[in-house]
């Protein structure tokens, strides 16, 4: 009597324990933040990331080395000097891009690779070159333009590298009167969200593969973030500002307007954005190009049939002259009369 009492006491117990605890969890989940997401539905800055995934990078050199060169198409070729480029075998990739002379116009995304291999490798005039060939009359806040205008910075840079106290890489100015503009107006998509896209797209381009302190980016991103604070979003301008400052903790200016705008936030109990999700890790290359080629030059020339070796003969199970289901049944049979026999002795010993 006492056991049962304290087993059903200890079910009592548990059930209170859980009862509680879902009432509190509930209750918890009830609590609304006192901080909300800034509405915002007409320009964002997504992800930047850096670097390419080994495994594709890794895919594409497999798929065309395992093809003999004399037989590579000129997209093959293209694709080749893309992936080097990825790799970080610039100089190789160069090669390919400068004999290959990809056209704008009907190659323009090989385009954009040959002319972010000519930034990487701090080639800014040539960078200038390519751009007034493919577009002579430049268009404000193109994507050009804007590339156009980063690698001014670049050059002006190598001649004074306080030019950024002095100087601006986009000369973007504010413009009051857009700000009255409703933000669906066909003029403010064409005056403000088409050259911040035209802007996001070229940083993208660049973040992908530049790791290090870079103080153009940095400023380019600042200045970024002053027209996003003016004319879309305090949250927006926020990510902008720590992409400046991870491109240059140096900067106080860049600190400043930093601190400025996340007490903005606060004040206004925005949600502070959690900038690892805008500005991933790094995707660094692992496998040495050098390598794989060797192995794949390797593998061809192995001739061997590859087979796989015989540990043990196997031997010859014994065939059985009846159906085994039938010993089954009989097991049970057997244990269905033994549980008879055993309760029919059990009720005459109580009789």
Request: a neutral charge.
């Amino acid at each position: 009597m006492h056991s049962r009492l304290t087993i059903s006491f200890f079910i009592f117990l548990i059930c209170f324990c859980g009862i509680t605890f879902s009432q509190e969890s509930t209750s918890q989940q009830h609590v609304d933040s006192p901080y909300r997401t800034e509405y915002n539905d007409w320009f964002e800055l997504g992800i930047f990331k850096r670097g390419f995934k080994n495994e594709s990078l890794a895919e594409k050199l497999d798929s065309l080395e395992t093809k003999p060169r004399k037989y590579w198409t000129r997209n093959d070729s293209l694709i080749f000097a893309e992936v080097t480029k990825k790799t970080g075998n610039y100089e190789l990739s160069a090669y390919y891009f400068d004999n290959l002379k990809v056209d704008y116009k009907t190659e323009e995304k090989f385009w954009w690779e040959r002319l972010v291999l000519h930034f990487l490798m701090r080639e800014f005039n040539s960078c200038n070159r390519m751009i007034r060939e493919a577009e002579p009359g430049l268009v404000e806040h193109s994507k050009l333009w804007f590339f156009h205008r980063i690698c001014d910075a670049k050059l002006r840079q190598l001649k004074d590298d306080k030019w950024h106290k002095h100087g601006s890489v986009l000369e973007w100015e504010i413009d009051s009167s857009l700000m009255l503009l409703d933000k669906d107006d066909e003029l403010f998509r064409e005056k403000v969200i088409t050259p911040l896209e035209n802007l996001r797209f070229v940083l993208e381009l660049l973040i992908r593969h530049i790791y290090d302190n870079d103080e153009v980016i940095a400023r380019t991103c600042l200045e970024m973030g002053w027209i996003l604070d003016a004319y879309i979003s305090r949250t927006e301008a926020f990510i902008a500002f720590s992409l400046a400052r991870n491109y240059d903790n140096w900067d106080k200016e860049i600190l400043g307007y930093l601190k400025e705008e996340k007490a903005k936030l606060i004040e206004k109990k925005y949600r502070i954005p959690i900038f690892r999700k805008h500005f991933p890790r790094v995707e660094t290359w692992r496998f040495d190009y050098e390598l794989l080629k060797e192995k794949i030059i390797y593998e061809r020339n192995d001739t061997l049939v590859k087979t796989a070796p015989v540990l043990r003969k196997k031997s010859d199970q014994p065939s059985l002259s009846f159906n085994p289901q039938i010993l089954i049944i009989a097991g049970v049979s057997v244990i269905f009369i033994l549980l008879l026999i055993l309760l029919k002795v059990k009720k005459k010993q109580t009789n």
